[in-house]
C-alpha cells in the first residue's frame, strides 16, 4: 500500500521507489533539498509521532505536527554545511536544542537507519534513441545507484558530525544507497491490440543493477493453491497507470514472457533477475508467447473469485495471459515463479514437450564417466537437496555438476533418434534456506537475495545455470521420481527400477508426497504428476504426451524408478538426501562400467 509519495520518490510500506530520467543528488547540498529527503523525514516524523515517543516530545515537545516538520527540515539542511553551535546564534530553534544534543543526534541516527531498513530501489526512465540509458548501462548505474550510496553517507557524517562536533573513530560502509536498480525503457513492443494496449506506455527493464547480499521481508511467505484456467481474458476492461508498473521480459527457457508488475511488488519483481535471463533486444522484435500481470488491480480481478489466480489462453493471438492481484496475500515469490513456469508449460504442451516438476543436472565424473539425470517431485521433495548433497559427498570422485533444471522444465523425443531431451527454464534457483548444505548458502551470499530469513520457510534465490545450458536439450539417462516419504527398508530400497511403463506411469501421474509447510497445503497430497502447473489444467493435452514419453524411456533404455529421499521423515531431513545421493553415484558408476562393457546393469 502506498504511504506517501514526493516527484521522485514513492513508500510502499517498507520499500521505496526512486524514479528518475537523469542523474540523482550529487552532493549532500542537492539531496538534503530534495524531495526524496522530505519525504523520508516526514515518514520518519510521522512514526514519532503516533507512537507518542520520547524522542518527539524532547524534540519538538506540543508543537504541531506541520510545524515541527518544517523546522527539523530546514534545520537538517543546515546542518550539512554549519554546526550546530554556529547556527544557534542565529536560529531560535537551534539554540533551544543545544540542551539536547544528544537526543538530536539519537534522531540523526534513528532516522539514518529508518532510510536503510527501507528496502531501496532506483528506476532510471529512459526513451529509446543514441543517448538512451540502456546504451551505456555501467556509466547510468555508476552516476545513478553507485553515487547516491556515496552522497547519503557522506550527508549523514557530515550532519552528525555538526551536531556532536565530534567524528567517528570506525567507519562502517554500510549499504546507504538503494539495494538494486533498473533501467527501463518505453520501447515499441510486437503486441496485438485490443485489451492489450493497457500495456503499450509500460516501461521495460533493460538492464538490472542488484548490491547483494540482499535481504527483503515480502507480506507473506507461502503459496496457496493452483492457479485456474478462466474463459475471459483478465486484460478485458483493465485500468491501469504505466507510471507504477515495470515490465521484466523473461526468457522462460525458449519461451518469453513480458512479466508486468506493479511498484508496490517491486522488490519481488527485481527478483527476478536472479531466477529467469533477462531478454535481449533481438527476442523483443517478436511477440511475447506469454504475458503476466503481477499486482493487477484488486478490484478488477475480483470477478475471478476468492482465489483470483488465472490465467487465459487467447488462441486468436496465440497468447497465453495470466494475472495475479495487488494485494499482501499474494505476496510472494512463489506467486510469481510458479505462475510464470504455468505458462512456460501449457506453451510447451501445445509444442508436444510434456512439462515436467523437477530438477535435471549433468554429472561428470574424474575418471570420465557421465550421466544426465532428472529427478521429478513435487515441491519439498528433496530434489534440489539430493543433488546438492551429491555435490558435498562427490568429493575427489565428481569433477563437475551442471544444472539444467532446477524446478521445472520439458521433455521432447528426438525426431531422429527417438532419445529423450531435457530443458530447462530458470538460470537460477529458489530454494529453502533450511534444506542447503550448511554453509552453503553464506559462500554464495555475495550474489544471494534472502527472503524472509527469520520465518519459516526462509528463501534464496541464487543464479546457478547459464540459459545456453537451459535450453540446450541434453539426452536423459535416469528419470526417476522423488519419493520423500517412504522409509528405506529390504523392501523399499533408497533407488528402485520400475519393471514397466505403466508401474511407472501409475507413480509418476499419482505424484504423492508429503508436504513440508512450503505452502498451506498440509500431510499427505497427491498431483498429478506432482506438478499443478500446466498439467492438470490441460490434462487431455498432457497424458498423450506422457505416455509417449515414457514409452521411448523404456524403449531407449533409459534407467526409469524413484528415489527414495526421505526429506519428510523425521530425523532424516539431511540423511536421506545424502544416502540418496551416494546411492546415485554408486548407480551411475555401475551404468558407467556396463556401458563399456557391453553389459546391462
Known amino acids: 500500500m502506498q504511504i506517501s509519495s514526493g516527484k521522485n520518490l514513492v513508500l510502499y510500506g517498507k520499500q521505496a521507489v526512486i524514479k528518475t530520467r537523469g542523474k540523482v543528488c550529487s552532493s549532500p547540498r542537492e539531496l538534503l533539498s530534495s524531495d526524496i529527503f522530505e519525504v523520508i523525514v516526514r515518514d520518519f516524523l510521522t512514526h514519532l509521532h503516533h507512537h507518542d515517543t520520547v524522542l518527539w516530545h524532547d524534540l519538538f515537545g506540543s508543537q504541531p505536527f506541520e510545524r515541527a516538520a518544517v523546522r527539523i527540515i530546514g534545520l537538517m539542511r543546515a546542518l550539512a554545511a554549519t554546526s550546530l553551535d554556529d547556527l544557534a546564534r542565529i536560529l531560535p530553534f537551534a539554540k533551544r536544542l543545544l540542551k539536547h544534543r544528544a537526543q538530536l543526534d539519537d534522531f540523526v541516527q534513528q532516522l539514518y537507519n529508518y532510510w536503510r531498513n527501507k528496502e531501496r530501489y532506483l528506476i532510471c526512465l529512459s526513451e529509446e534513441g543514441p543517448w538512451s540509458f540502456d546504451n551505456r548501462p555501467y556509466r547510468t548505474f555508476n552516476s545513478t545507484v553507485e553515487q547516491l550510496t556515496h552522497v547519503v553517507r557522506a550527508t549523514y557524517r557530515d550532519v552528525a558530525e555538526n551536531v556532536t562536533n565530534d567524528h567517528p573513530r570506525v567507519y562502517r560502509q554500510v549499504q546507504a544507497g538503494c539495494q538494486a536498480g533498473a533501467i527501463a525503457v518505453t520501447k515499441s513492443l510486437p503486441l496485438p491490440d485490443g485489451p492489450y494496449a493497457v500495456l503499450h506506455e509500460i516501461p521495460l527493464c533493460r538492464q538490472v543493477w542488484l548490491d547483494p547480499p540482499i535481504i527483503i521481508d515480502p507480506p507473506i511467505n507461502k503459496r496457496t493453491g493452483e492457479f485456474a484456467r478462466v474463459a475471459v481474458n483478465p486484460l478485458e476492461g483493465m485500468e491501469l497507470n504505466p507510471e507504477e508498473w515495470l515490465c521484466y521480459p523473461a526468457q522462460v527457457g525458449e519461451v518469453l514472457i513480458f512479466i508486468y508488475f506493479h511498484h508496490s511488488f517491486i522488490n519481488l519483481g527485481l527478483s527476478l533477475s536472479n531466477l529467469f535471463e533477462l531478454a535481449e533486444d533481438s527476442s523483443l522484435e517478436r511477440a511475447p508467447d506469454a504475458i503476466y500481470l503481477f499486482g493487477a488491480p484488486a478490484g478488477h480481478m475480483n470477478r475471478f473469485g476468492s482465489l483470483p489466480t488465472v490465467f487465459y489462453e487467447d488462441s486468436a493471438n496465440n497468447l497465453l495471459v495470466g494475472a495475479v492481484p495487488g494485494e499482501d496475500r499474494f505476496g510472494y515469490f512463489g506467486y510469481l515463479k510458479k505462475m510464470a513456469l504455468t505458462l512456460h508449460n501449457v506453451a510447451m504442451m501445445k509444442r508436444g514437450r510434456i512439462p515436467f516438476h523437477g530438477a535435471m543436472c549433468r554429472i561428470l565424473l ?109 539426452p536423459i539417462h535416469f528419470l526417476m521420481y522423488a519419493n520423500n516419504y517412504e522409509a528405506v527398508d529390504r523392501n523399499h530400497p533408497v533407488l528402485s527400477e520400475f519393471n514397466s511403463m505403466q508401474e511407472a506411469l501409475e507413480v509418476f501421474s499419482a505424484g504423492a508426497a508429503m508436504t513440508k509447510g512450503t505452502t498451506t497445503s498440509t500431510g499427505m497430497v497427491g498431483n498429478y504428476f506432482a506438478n499443478i502447473f500446466g498439467p492438470v489444467q490441460y490434462r487431455s493435452l498432457h497424458e498423450p504426451l506422457a505416455e509417449r514419453i515414457f514409452r521411448a524411456a523404456f524403449e531407449g533404455g533409459v534407467w526409469v524408478g524413484q528415489m527414495r529421499t526421505r526429506l519428510a521423515v523425521p530425523g532424516y531431513e539431511a540423511k536421506g538426501p545424502e544416502a540418496a545421493a551416494a546411492e546415485l553415484l554408486r548407480l551411475i558408476q555401475r551404468r558407467a562400467r556396463a556401458r563399456r562393457e557391453g553389459k546391462k546393469a
Not at 513435487?378 to 551442471?402: C, F, M, P, Y
Request: charged share 25%; aromatic share 6%.
Open 366 to 474: 574424474k575418471n570420465g564417466d557421465y550421466a544426465n539425470i532428472l529427478l521429478i517431485g513435487d515441491t519439498a521433495t528433496g530434489k534440489s537437496e539430493t543433488l546438492e548433497a551429491l555435490r558435498g559427498l562427490g568429493g575427489d570422485r565428481v569433477q563437475s555438476i551442471k544444472v539444467v533444471a532446477d524446478d521445472m522444465g520439458s521433455i521432447e523425443v528426438d525426431g531422429d533418434s527417438g532419445a529423450l531431451r531435457g530443458y530447462g527454464t530458470e538460470i537460477g534457483a529458489f530454494v529453502r534456506l533450511d534444506d542447503l548444505q550448511a554453509g552453503y548458502a553464506f559462500g554464495q551470499i555475495d550474489r544471494a537475495i534472502l527472503m524472509s530469513p527469520q520465518k519459516t520457510n526462509a528463501r534464496v534465490v541464487l543464479p546457478i545455470t547459464s540459459l545456453a545450458e537451459v535450453c540446450h536439450g541434453y
